[in-house]
C-alpha cells in the first residue's frame, strides 16, 4: 500500500531581529496555527534565543537576515516580533547578498514596527520590494487570529496585481478626489524619523507614503510628521496615507489637540493629499502592504481604492 504524499505547504522562515518572544506559550501558539493553515516553520529554535532584550546576539540576528532567500523556493520570511534592535545591524548588512538570495528563491518578507528599519534600509540599498503585514507573535499568535488580516495576507501574496478598498473614517470626508500612482512606501514612522540621515533612508520622490505607530501621543506624532516634512520628505510625495495610531493617551493639558488636530494642521501645511483610516499598524485588523511596489490611488471624499503591485508572491493555492 502506498503512502499517502504530504500535503503541499509553504516553508516560513522566522526572523527574530528585535525583541525575544514574551512569552513563549503566545510563538508556540503562532507556529501552530501557522502550521494549521499550510505554512511550516523551519527554525523555530530562534524563538528560545535571548541576549539582554533582544532575540539573539548581535552575530545571530544578523545571520538570520543574511539567511533570507536561502532556504526553499517560495520560503516566505516572516518577522516575529517588534521592539528594538534592528538599529545595531544595519550597518553590517550585506543587502545585495540578501536581495540577490531573495531574487533568486522568490521569497516574500514580511514584518513590521522595528522591521521597518531593514526593510526602508532593503529598499534603499537594492530596489527590493518586502512587505509591511503580520508578525508571528501580535497576529499569529493572537488568542483569535484576524480574519480580516488573513484575507488580505494570503490575498496579496497570491496575486500579483491587488486591489483593496477602503472607506474614510466617518468624522473625517477625505478632502481629495482623483488618481495617483506611484511606489508605495513606508510603515513605522518613528522607525522612518531614524533613519533621516543615514544611507539606509529611501530616497522615494512622487510615492505614496503610509504611516502609523503606537504609544505616541498626538504632539510627538505631529513632532515626527514636521520632522519628515522639514526634511522634505512628505512634500516631494503624491500623497501620504495615514493608518493605526493607537494605544495613547491625551491629558487636560491638551485642552482639545488630539490626532484630528494633528491630521487637519498637516493638511493645512502640505499640498499634498493626506488620507486618513488606513488599515494598518500595531492593530489586529491590518492589511499587508507591498513596501516598494507600484501602487494606485484613487480616492473620493467616500474613501479610497489601492491597486497594488511589482512584488514577490507566492504560488497559488491548488
Known amino acids: 500500500m502506498s503512502t499517502p504524499s504530504p500535503k503541499p505547504h509553504t516553508e516560513v522562515r522566522l526572523i527574530a531581529s528585535s525583541g525575544y518572544p514574551h512569552d513563549v506559550a503566545i510563538a508556540a501558539r503562532g507556529c501552530a496555527w501557522l502550521k494549521s493553515h499550510g505554512y511550516h516553520t523551519t527554525n523555530p529554535d530562534v524563538l528560545a534565543r535571548r541576549y539582554l532584550r533582544f532575540g539573539g546576539t548581535d552575530a545571530e540576528r544578523l545571520s538570520d537576515l543574511h539567511a533570507i532567500g536561502t532556504g526553499a523556493p517560495h520560503e516566505l520570511t516572516l518577522a516575529v516580533r517588534g521592539g528594538y534592535g534592528i538599529a545595531r545591524l544595519l550597518d553590517r548588512l550585506d543587502f545585495a547578498q540578501i536581495a540577490e538570495q531573495a531574487r533568486a528563491t522568490a521569497t516574500p518578507i514580511v514584518g513590521h514596527s522595528d522591521f521597518t528599519a531593514f526593510q526602508l534600509a532593503y529598499l534603499a540599498a537594492t530596489g527590493g520590494v518586502t512587505f509591511a503585514g503580520p508578525m508571528l507573535l501580535a497576529d499569529f499568535g493572537a488568542d483569535t487570529v484576524d480574519p480580516f488580516m488573513w484575507e488580505h495576507f494570503e490575498g496579496v501574496l497570491r496575486d500579483p496585481a491587488y486591489t483593496v478598498t477602503v472607506l474614510a ?25 531614524s533613519l533621516l540621515g543615514t544611507p539606509f533612508m529611501p530616497r522615494v520622490e512622487g510615492g505614496i507614503l503610509f504611516l502609523e505607530d503606537i504609544n505616541e501621543p498626538p504632539y510627538r506624532v505631529e513632532r515626527m510628521l514636521l520632522q519628515l516634512f522639514q526634511a522634505g520628505v512628505l512634500g516631494t510625495q503624491r500623497a501620504i496615507i495615514l493608518g493605526d495610531f493607537s494605544n495613547y493617551r ?39 502592504l507591498p513596501v516598494g511596489g507600484h501602487a494606485q490611488l484613487t480616492a473620493s471624499a467616500e474613501g479610497f481604492t489601492l491597486v497594488m503591485s511589482g512584488y514577490p508572491v507566492l504560488p497559488p493555492l491548488a
Open 250 to 288: 491625551v491629558t487636560d493639558y491638551d485642552n482639545g489637540y488630539d490626532m484630528d488636530a494633528v491630521v487637519a494642521y498637516l493638511r493645512d501645511q502640505l499640498h499634498v493629499p493626506v488620507l486618513t483610516g488606513l488599515p494598518f499598524g500595531h492593530c489586529a485588523r491590518k492589511l499587508t
Open 169 to 193: 473614517p466617518q468624522d473625517d470626508g477625505q478632502p481629495f478626489s482623483g488618481t495617483v500612482t506611484g511606489t508605495l512606501w513606508g510603515s513605522n514612522l518613528a522607525m522612518l524619523c
